[in-house]
């Protein structure tokens, strides 16, 4: 079984929705910014390979992990088994696959995705279903810009511009309590679907109308594309910023926004808004480049939290990373239990880290809110966190974990 990418699916510029990441014996269907037509060349293919009920995920993923390290060496292939979605990352001839598994029920023949979730979405197991439900939603997008928006060239541009925004500003991360991939799409896919005909009529146009709407959105008012998911309803305290996927069932794809990253993402639309009203008004490539100004980690962060790992070899500490990673959003959730206490997550250049967390205060005599000292709230989570790392059963052999404020 050898994965490769269709000819007509090569990284770059937009164009068409390709087609699916195809294996020797069967089909993988791709999703995400891949069949958006928005990845580029350093984008990863999110697909889905689906296979017969007599074939487990974890059969399925050592069988598969093991044939593309023998073809492709050590480092080209690895099985994340304990995963929220267990998945094969794969790396061939310098493209990164991340390639989940989906079991067709006993007696349930080769059929489409369509049709799989249609007529037994309900007997697939949890991560099966999630899997294909990629794929639905990205079909339900394209769908969507299609039939009642500005089309699909217009919609990856503003994607595109969105992302590169959210990116520079460290908000693009559904694993650091932002909104990931699919959480921007539908909200550029309900302006491009809602925007009035004179902000529809350029991309900037489109673009200033996806931030004014967003930076003033009546949050936790739910933001849906269809018809079938226009009855969600917030919940939980899950839902500060419910941006709910366009297949069915009604899912909250913002779950990860936390009490401070729902505010580091308003105040963040907010700047944007203001910088789009600028630029428009100057109409200069410098005021146009300040939307996409990375972050000032010295500026805007000048207290941080440090979380590193270390391990015996590249591949151990990227899987301890992995798990650090999983766990920075219950860490947030944790030091949340400080009222006074707001943290700004912020991604890592490199998937090993370190990873970075800004600390702040907005009570003026809220500085207590950041001691480290023995027996405080700060130090009792970061133990806390310590301790879950040290107890997690797949924890590579001499695997460590480092947690501490950086030194102004």
Known sequence: MALRRDAAGSSGGGGQARGPVRPARGRAPSYGSYLLGTDNAGSDVDAVAVGPASLSREDFGHALTRLVVEQEGPSAARFVADAALPLVKLSLDGVHFDVSYASRPEGVAPCPPTELLTRYGERLDAPGFRSLNGWADTRALLDSVGHEGVGAERFRTVLRAVRSWAKA????????????????????????????????????????????????????????????????????????????????????????????????????LTRAREVVRRARAEGTEASWAALFEPVDLEKELPVRLRVSVEASSPEAREMAAGWVLGHLTALVYRMEADRRLFARPFPTPAPEGPFLIGLSTRDPGGNEALSVRPGSALARTMNEFRTSFLEWSHRPQGAALSIGLVPR
Do not use: I, K
């Not at 991939?181 to 925007?195: D, E, N, Q, R, Y």
């Not at 709407?213 to 949050?219: H, K, N, R, V, Y």
């Open 169 to 268: 500003r460290g908000v693009y991360s559904h694993a650091l309590g932002y909104l990931g991939g699919l959480s921007w799409s539908v909200l550029v896919a309900w302006a491009c679907t809602h925007a009035p005909r004179e902000a529809s009529a350029s991309d900037s146009g489109l673009l200033a109308y996806f931030f004014e709407t967003f930076s003033a959105w009546q949050w936790p008012r739910p933001v849906t594309l269809t018809s079938e998911t226009a009855g969600y309803r917030a919940g939980d305290r899950r839902d500060l910023m419910p941006v709910v996927a366009p297949a069915l069932p009604p899912r909250n794809t913002g779950r990860n926004v936390s009490r401070s990253t729902h505010q580091v993402l308003r105040d963040e």
